[in-house]
């Protein structure tokens, strides 16, 4: 189960991100509307443990994490240079 609770993400001092909660069991699927700046790519970004969460808190089967820890399973020989080049910046 992934469980969001208020959390914040900030671009420099623009606050993206407001006190989002979410819980999302297994088996369930949801889709994410709004319109262009309202922050869906941001939020899908912040679970995937591409941005980091300014606040709030994130859990993954109930074990409390940074988003940095939740990286999905690399599938390809194409994602896997993609994570290397990210790890070395």
């Given amino acids: 189960m992934l469980n969001l609770q208020a959390v914040n993400h900030f671009y420099c001092n623009q606050h993206s991100l407001w006190n989002v909660d979410l819980v999302l069991r297994p088996g369930e699927c949801i889709g994410v509307l709004g319109r262009e700046g309202m922050g869906k790519t941001t ?5 995937a ?3 980091p969460v300014a606040s709030g808190r994130m859990t993954w089967h109930d074990i409390g994490a940074p988003p940095q820890d939740l990286t ?16 070395t910046r």
């Fill in 43 to 47: 939020l899908v970004n912040c679970i």
């Fill in 72 to 87: 999905p399973p690399v599938r390809s020989i194409a994602q896997r240079h993609w994570y290397r080049l990210r790890a």
């Fill in 49 to 51: 443990g591409h941005l």
